[in-house]
């Protein structure tokens, strides 16, 4: 907090200094400040300031194992983790879709998504992440086997996976009740 408040500081007393808003609208945490240190002010005589408080924020943000750091042809974002549903492969390209329904699109494989994903994301599908703690309950009519999650979104589970994903439901279900 007191490194944020002496950039407010930077922009407050420095008339050249141009700012970009950084702004935490619903799941982003940051998609300018971490990934373009100091690109959003123009004075030559706080850039040491500004590099420090920008390093600073970087490291907090990297800090939290609950940040995932997109790039997409629309830019660069670092998303809240917790806030992702879950992760869709695509053909070429990953899914990630938040709680509040934004869609990232990202070129990559849903495998290197994964390697950087928290714990409580599990493998449900060939295509399909999900985060365990929004998952609201478990639907087998039919041939369907699908999970539903807390948005109403229901997601498939693969036969493959269905076992496990049944024990893994189960466990949370012991711990909600514990």
């Given at each position: 907090?007191?490194?944020?408040?002496?950039?407010?500081?930077?922009?407050?007393?420095?008339?050249?200094?141009?700012?970009?808003?950084?702004?935490?609208?619903?799941?982003?945490?940051?998609?300018?400040?971490?990934?373009?240190?100091?690109?959003?002010?123009?004075?030559?005589?706080?850039?040491?300031?500004?590099?420090?408080?920008?390093?600073?924020?970087?490291?907090?943000?990297?800090?939290?194992?609950?940040?995932?750091?997109?790039?997409?042809?629309?830019?660069?974002?670092?998303?809240?983790?917790?806030?992702?549903?879950f992760c869709?492969?695509?053909?070429?390209?990953?899914?990630?879709?938040?709680?509040?329904?934004?869609?990232?699109?990202?070129?990559?494989?849903?495998?290197?998504?994964?390697?950087?994903?928290?714990?409580?994301?599990?493998?449900?599908?060939?295509?399909?992440?999900?985060?365990?703690?929004?998952?609201?309950?478990?639907?087998?009519?039919?041939?369907?086997?699908?999970?539903?999650?807390?948005?109403?979104?229901?997601?498939?589970?693969?036969?493959i996976y269905?076992?496990?994903?049944?024990?893994?439901?189960?466990?949370?279900?012991?711990?909600?009740?514990?």
């Open positions: 907090r007191k490194n944020l408040s002496s950039l407010n500081n930077v922009y407050k007393k420095n008339p050249l200094v141009i700012s970009v808003p950084v702004g935490l609208p619903d799941d982003k945490i940051c998609d300018f400040l971490m990934i373009r240190p100091a690109g959003h002010l123009r004075a030559v005589s706080d850039n040491k300031r500004i590099d420090e408080l920008c390093r600073w924020c970087a490291s907090e943000v990297e800090k939290s194992n609950d940040v995932l750091q997109i790039t997409t042809r629309q830019g660069i974002y670092a998303i809240s983790a917790s806030s992702i549903l869709q492969s695509n053909q070429k390209y990953v899914l990630v879709v938040t709680e509040k329904g934004t869609i990232y699109r990202k070129l990559a494989k849903l495998d290197q998504i994964a390697l950087n994903l928290p714990q409580y994301f599990m493998r449900v599908h060939q295509s399909y992440l999900v985060n365990q703690n929004k998952i609201r309950g478990l639907d087998k009519s039919g041939n369907n086997f699908d999970l539903l999650l807390s948005t109403g979104i229901r997601v498939p589970v693969s036969r269905q076992k496990v994903t049944e024990e893994q439901i189960q466990k949370l279900l012991n711990n909600y009740q514990k």
